[in-house]
């Protein structure tokens, strides 16, 4: 066994030097027939095929006893390789002596480029006609869509603002440029290069999203709401706990004009994201305020007090009715809510709270009711039972002041004024659809 082993080992080893040399080599039996005339057809075969091929014209073939032997240089070393393929299969060759190298000749090198450069620069000005008439039809195409989106019918018609109509003229500028090129390269025959314009511009793009990702969702987010119009100019709206007027919404941010003379700039996808409160979208509005009144008040009279007394308030609107009740109780005080409802359009809201404010007040201490302080009394059944009488109510006529809006009559100047130079930027109108 152990000598079976040792022959096996011993066959292997000398069969790798053998296949390793056959390697590339002409297979088969070799004939015993051999002449000067067959090795020098065999010459004349692998010239003529050289000769046939680029690159092998510095090649020289020698052929003895069939044996091939390649000497010279070519442009690389893969026609160099290429050339025992080649030789391989020609009859009668027995073995190939390649000793092709590549060569380091700058002026052999270099004219096949200039070769490759000339029959390229003769085919571009022979389609020099054909490529002026892909370039017209073009110009045509991208004519014909500019023309198009200048058009004011249909886009303002179909649109619910400038700003959406001008995005559908740059839609359609853009789909006639793509049909254009199109057209050209068809005509050009090079419809293929349409493919990797296409992907080069995606990869572009996306690349440009990432980096530009606030301001792509801000865009997209005016879109939004340039369709939605959840508020209108000089609305009085409460975005992310900013209170202002609307001034205009742009392309990238709304734009407010805060009840101190400043303007606030919040972008839109906050705005679009965020919970917006819009004072200005009801005629009619509600105010509020609580008085606190003494535990030992008659609380029914109280109430009945405050509600006569914003009633009688000519900017208090009778429907919806203001309405009284005990809000809070506390240790030395009882809070009554008072309401009423005013129409905003006509009335400063803040003016109309703090005007019915004093006329409850005044009615209150009129009538001997007091917000008072906080104290501590021992009260016993004798001293509860001696107690002086309550002096009757009394309620005294007290002029009411004007509360007309002129405070927003100027911030709506103002407005304006800002709205009239922000014109073409604009993307909210009276007119649109209301969300």
Not at 260 to 271: A, H, K, L, M
């Amino acid at each position: 066994m152990r000598r079976l082993l040792t022959a096996m080992t011993l066959a292997m080893a000398l069969c790798a030097p053998v296949h390793a040399e056959t390697a590339g080599q002409p297979q088969g039996a070799i004939t015993v027939e051999d002449s000067a005339q067959q090795d020098a057809a065999i010459a004349v075969r692998i010239r003529d095929i050289m000769s046939e091929l680029d690159g092998y014209g510095n090649v020289t073939v020698t052929v003895t006893s069939g044996i091939v032997t390649l000497r010279g240089t070519t442009l690389d070393s893969a026609a160099s390789d290429q050339l025992n393929e080649l030789v391989g299969r020609v009859q009668g060759v027995v073995a190939i002596k390649n000793e092709v190298t590549e060569t380091t000749d700058v002026v052999e090198r270099l004219n096949p480029a200039y070769e490759r450069f000339k029959t390229r620069l003769l085919q571009a000005v022979a389609m020099l006609p054909l490529l002026g008439v892909a370039l017209l039809a073009f110009v045509l195409v991208m004519l014909a869509g500019v023309l198009l989106a200048r058009a004011k019918y249909p886009w303002d018609r179909i649109a619910p603002n400038a700003f959406i109509a001008d995005i559908y003229r740059q839609i359609v500028r853009l789909f006639f440029v793509v049909a254009g090129i199109v057209i050209a390269l068809d005509i050009l025959n090079a419809t293929a290069l349409l493919g990797t314009i296409l992907g080069a511009a995606g990869i572009v793009g996306l690349a440009i999203g990432f980096a530009v990702r606030d301001t792509v969702e801000n865009f997209i987010a005016s879109i939004m709401l340039s369709f939605r119009q959840p508020f209108r100019p000089n609305d009085t709206v409460e975005i992310e706990g900013d209170v202002g007027k609307v001034v205009s919404l742009t392309s990238r941010a709304t734009i407010l004009l805060s009840f101190d003379g400043n303007q606030i700039r919040i972008p839109n996808s906050t705005v679009f994201k965020s919970r917006i409160i819009n004072y200005t979208r009801n005629t009619e509005r509600r105010f509020s305020f609580d008085v606190g009144v003494a535990p030992v008040t008659d609380l029914a009279a109280a109430k009945a007090l405050a509600l006569e007394t914003v009633n009688k308030l000519p900017f208090v609107l009778a429907t919806p009715a203001p309405a009284i009740w005990i809000e809070t109780i506390g240790d030395s005080t009882i809070g009554i809510r008072v309401t009423g409802w005013i129409d905003q359009h006509e009335t400063g809201f803040a003016l109309a709270r703090g005007e019915a404010i004093r006329h409850v007040l005044l009615a209150f201490e009129a009538a001997g009711i007091e917000m008072p302080e906080p104290t501590f009394r021992v009260v016993s059944p004798s001293s509860k039972s001696d107690s002086p009488a309550k002096p009757p109510v009394v309620i005294r006529e007290v002029e009411t002041e004007d509360v007309q809006s002129t405070q927003n009559e100027a911030l709506e100047r103002i407005v304006d004024q800002e709205r009239a130079e922000r014109a073409d930027k604009d993307l909210l109108t009276r007119e649109g659809e209301e969300e």
